[in-house]
């Protein structure tokens, strides 16, 4: 299959549910402070130590969410819009079409798929499984015009399915070799060379 979901980050701001409960944390303590210097320490306990319980529960919540964010998809942040169908002779990108022979280059990073475990120092409370969109392919014309789009992958080595069209991209000098090799995830130097013989004849 040579088609994969054009995905367009939104431009809003977008605040995912780490955001609202810091915020939410930050203005508890905020109030907690602001009352306990406006008033004596006997005024008010109860209300205090209410802002104070609300401020626990939300760092435990918090924490539950970093716990199990190995369990959650990071949120989508923006839309699909259109497909992405790379041909020999064209790529259609939306409502777009490239004719291969007006490319003077391509570049393609395809190294996200959907489902895929994020392994970093940083544990994301919204979600440590990725949803495949930071893909990209961008495509440079020969007046110099750039189209760069996000595309997802709905599964490891998905892009794997047009193997041929990116030879044959790569061959044509529109792809360059190390990228093409990248993509297949072609990485021990004997398959390399023995890929660059017969990618010669």
Known sequence: MNKFKIFTKTKKNY?????????????????????????????LTFFKELIL???????FILFLLKLTSFLRKKPIIGKFDGYLELYSDKIIAGNKTFLIDSI????????????????????????????GTTNFIEIILHNNEKFKYNFQQDFEHNILNIKDTL??????GKLHFLNLIDILNITDYKEIQEFKKNFIQ
Do not use: H, R
């Open 104 to 131: 003077k280059k391509i570049e393609i990073n395809a190294g996200d798929y959907n489902g895929q475990l994020e392994i970093s120092g940083y544990v994301d409370p919204d979600g440590s499984v990725k949803n």
């Open 53 to 59: 319980g609300c401020v626990v529960i939300t760092i």
């Open 15 to 43: 605040f995912t549910k780490v955001d609202i409960l810091l915020a939410l944390m930050s203005l508890l303590i905020l109030i907690y402070w602001t009352i306990s210097s406006l008033t004596d320490e006997s005024q």
């Open 167 to 172: 030879i044959e991209y790569s061959k044509q």
